[in-house]
């Protein structure tokens, strides 16, 4: 490899892109091909990287095994930058195997982070956790200890373990400053200030207050009984009962708690949980059925009583209930926090991370669209969508993930 090959790569290691574009612009090899493709993706021009990173992996051909593997992983990089949830994993993995059997651990390790990384945007936190486990960072660059240690981090940060991602945030910082690269020391700050942000609203006998993801915690690990509407799920001592796939039964669930220790009046609950206007006999029968069935769900953690002009929560045990609701209710929010971490979105990609129909989420981005909270570029297959971050909120609360299991 000539001098100019090695000062790029260099420079690309060391955050510098422009450095390298000035030594290697003009060529056109299979080597220089695909430090120019890594060049700008670091620039952000993620469709022109991919196209030369690609282009680098043709020019390597099938004989050159070590460095096309190289390039398939640069490109599942770039993918998982433009949030191109679609890449082929099972390449990924292949490539993966080549670098190991060639001994090249570093670009290994960091094909396996970025699987990590892609299970953990769409919410597989426990996928994440295991294959992160498998990982030791301290035979690795300074670079990617403080990539592990962000994983870490935002492992932690969904599992509301505050304290573990604290932790991993302060080793991610260390390595961010051996490492010296700005872009790196910056998606660091950006994670202290997440962990830091309000979370959440609690909603307690009639009054609001903001809370931190340690405070989120520190309720779910006292004996109150939460109706969690970030989850969609009732909590209490450490156990959960979800009400995600049942959207009625939740919201009688959460009115009857915001009204503790009072009750809510049986019309009140018909039009709010019904969602219609007029509330008749037929409703109220159908009421009765519903809250039988709420009974039923959390008959181990607290009663519902008729009262002589509706029903009122009686929790068995704890002194205090609570509503914990999103920072800003919205029907689209966790869109928008998807859309909220500055990268541009495929609406495919989109479907994907939240588990939904891709015309689904097309229909709610066409709505963001059109209220100025989202806005697209490109056409077709190229059309992404993006958002400016949400100001003064952590999303993590937001995004998908497994906290709501029983």
Request: aromatic share 4%.
């Amino acid at each position: 490899m000539d001098s100019l090959i090695t000062a790029a790569a260099r420079a690309l290691a060391a955050g510098d892109p422009l450095g390298a574009l000035n030594r290697i612009a003009l060529r056109d090899d299979a080597n220089a091909l695909a430090l120019r493709g890594i060049a700008m993706a670091q620039l952000g021009d993620f469709v022109r990287a991919r196209a030369l990173v690609r282009s680098a992996a043709r020019a390597f051909g099938t004989k050159e095994a070590l460095a096309r593997s190289r390039c398939i992983v640069a490109e599942a990089e770039i993918a998982l930058a433009s949030r191109d949830l679609a890449w082929p994993a099972k390449a990924l993995d292949h490539a993966r195997a080549v670098l190991e059997a060639h001994g090249d651990h570093a670009n290994a390790a960091h094909a396996r982070y970025l699987e990590v990384r892609r299970a953990l945007l769409i919410g597989r936190i426990d996928d994440a956790a295991r294959m992160l486990a498998g990982l030791d960072p301290a035979t690795l660059p300074a670079a990617s200890q403080a990539a592990h240690e962000l994983i870490d981090a935002g492992i932690a940060m969904r599992r509301l373990d505050t304290r573990s991602a604290r932790a991993a945030l302060e080793r991610a910082t260390l390595a961010a400053r051996q490492a010296a690269i700005p872009s790196l020391a910056a998606e660091v700050d950006s994670a202290w200030r997440i962990l830091d942000a309000p979370a959440a609203r609690l909603i307690a006998q009639g009054s609001e207050r903001m809370l931190k993801l340690a405070d989120v915690e520190a309720l779910f690990a006292s004996d109150a009984f939460v109706v969690d509407a970030c989850r969609l799920c009732v909590r209490e001592n450490g156990t959960s009962i979800s009400l995600a796939t049942r959207p009625v039964l939740f919201a009688l669930a959460r009115m009857l708690a915001q009204a503790w220790p009072g009750d809510v009046p049986r019309d009140t609950l018909i039009l709010r949980a019904f969602r219609i206007r007029h509330a008749d006999e037929t409703q109220r029968a159908r009421l009765r059925v519903e809250i039988g069935r709420l009974r039923r769900m959390l008959h181990a953690h607290a009663g519902i009583d008729a009262t002589s002009r509706g029903f009122a929560l009686k929790p068995h045990r704890a002194r205090e209930v609570a509503v914990l609701a999103l920072p800003v209710e919205d029907a689209c929010a966790p869109l928008l926090a998807l859309l909220a971490d500055g990268e541009s979105w495929s609406s495919s990609a989109l479907a994907i991370a939240l588990g939904a129909s891709q015309r689904t989420v097309q229909r709610a981005l066409d709505a963001l669209a059109a209220s100025g909270k989202a806005q697209s570029f490109g056409r077709g297959r190229a059309r992404r969508w993006t958002t400016p971050p949400m100001p003064g909120f952590t999303t993590a609360l937001l995004l998908p993930v497994e906290l709501a299991s029983d």
